[in-house]
């Protein structure tokens, strides 16, 4: 079936070091495919999407490519802050009206 | 098993009439939230509640109501207020406190007749 495999934590990093998450998804037909971040006491909030194949979605810093030849949504930072310490959710979304979320991700940055 | 329970998968409902939607979990977790997924624009927060008895509003509230009187329950109301209510409808839970992963319901896709 359809999923959402992303690679475990916790992640603990130093500032300004490099983050990449894994994610690699499974589905029979074209997803979108979306990184959630939830900050600490928040709900969870939309870091950037991609509807394509070789789309590039980025914001605050991050980057992920739509590959889909290997069909992963690795999300990416060349330079980490404190205030990046979070859970990230990679997150795939086939018809509009389901959702597959992977198991999250925790990132703290130290100074 | 733990986990949260959404039901039901589809609801339909006519234009005008308040509904209800159900959401419990027997995690024994504190914060329960609402999201809403329209196709192409990712999930929003309508409502979040990190305590019983106690919530507050997401980014997209107008024309929602919830109320968290036990712990295991948050039930959502989409009230004929909301302009536009058919959408995809994701109930999640966590451990009270910081760097808590969300556990996300199957969901309910509401339909306005």
């Known amino acids: 079936g359809d999923s959402v495999t992303q690679m475990e934590g916790p992640v603990t990093l130093s500032e300004e070091a490099c983050l990449t998450i894994n994610c690699t998804y499974t589905a029979t037909g074209y997803p979108s495919l979306f990184w959630y971040v939830q900050y600490p006491g928040e709900g969870l909030q939309l870091l950037l999407k991609?509807?394509?194949?070789?789309d590039k979605g980025s914001n605050k810093g991050f980057e992920a490519t739509y590959r889909k030849e290997t069909t992963s949504f690795h999300l990416e930072k060349g330079s980490v802050q404190v205030s990046d310490s979070a859970v990230y959710f990679c997150?795939?979304?086939?018809?509009?009206?389901?959702?597959?979320f992977g198991t999250g991700t925790s990132l703290t940055v130290i100074p | 098993d733990g986990g949260i329970t959404q039901s039901p998968k589809y609801l339909f409902r006519k234009e005008g009439q308040n509904v209800t939607l159900s959401c419990e979990q027997n995690l024994n977790h504190d914060a329960m939230y609402w999201y809403r997924q329209d196709p192409g624009q990712g999930l929003r927060l309508i409502y979040y509640?990190?305590?019983?008895?106690?919530?507050q509003k997401g980014d997209i509230a107008e024309g929602y109501s919830v109320s968290r009187e036990k712990k295991e329950s948050f039930p959502l109301t989409v009230t004929s207020a909301q302009k536009n209510p058919t959408a995809f409808y994701l109930c999640a839970s966590s451990i009270a406190g910081d760097s808590q992963p969300q556990h996300f319901g199957d969901g309910t896709r509401l339909s306005i007749l």
């Open positions: 509640s990190q305590i019983v008895n106690d919530f």
């Open positions: 991609a509807t394509k194949a070789d």
């Open positions: 997150a795939l979304d086939l018809t509009g009206n389901q959702f597959y």
